[in-house]
């Protein structure tokens, strides 16, 4: 399995009720495909810099989670026909294991 962060946005006319059952579902998506979320957190409303579907801010979302790669394309697609999900974005999670070097200056 690999590492996985999403980010997505919600209606802002969704209740803080209804976007924690929002949460709740995508979480239970992807526990019932074999994965496992290792974090979640609610971002809040932010103002967008442009509209989206007429729509002028948005509740953000991040989830991290460990799954299949053959089971991203389902979680996209999920999300795409969600009604009050305006935008989502998946990408592979970069574990940084080595701190850098130090900078010497001489």
Same mark, same amino acid.
């Given at each position: 399995?690999?590492t996985?962060?999403?980010?997505?946005?919600?209606?802002?006319?969704?209740?803080?009720?209804?976007?924690?059952?929002?949460?709740?579902? %995508?979480?239970? @998506?992807?526990? $019932?495909?074999?994965?496992?979320? +290792?974090?979640?957190?609610?971002?809040?409303?932010? /103002?967008?810099?442009h509209?989206?579907?007429?729509?002028?801010?948005?509740?953000?979302?991040?989830?991290?989670?460990?799954?299949?790669?053959?089971?991203?394309?389902?979680?996209?697609? %999920?999300?795409? @026909?969600?009604? $009050?999900?305006?935008?989502?974005? +998946?990408?592979?999670?970069?574990?940084?294991?080595? /701190?850098?070097?130090?900078?010497?200056?001489?």
């Amino acid at each position: 399995m690999k590492t996985y962060e999403s980010v997505i946005i919600v209606r802002p006319q969704l209740s803080d009720g209804e976007v924690g059952e929002f949460v709740n579902k %995508a979480k239970a @998506l992807i526990t $019932n495909k074999g994965g496992e979320v +290792t974090s979640e957190e609610k971002l809040g409303r932010r /103002k967008f810099t442009h509209e989206i579907n007429h729509v002028r801010d948005g509740f953000y979302l991040y989830l991290k989670f460990k799954a299949e790669p053959s089971f991203i394309k389902e979680f996209d697609n %999920a999300l795409k @026909l969600n009604e $009050n999900v305006l935008r989502s974005m +998946t990408m592979n999670a970069v574990e940084v294991k080595a /701190k850098p070097a130090p900078v010497v200056v001489k």
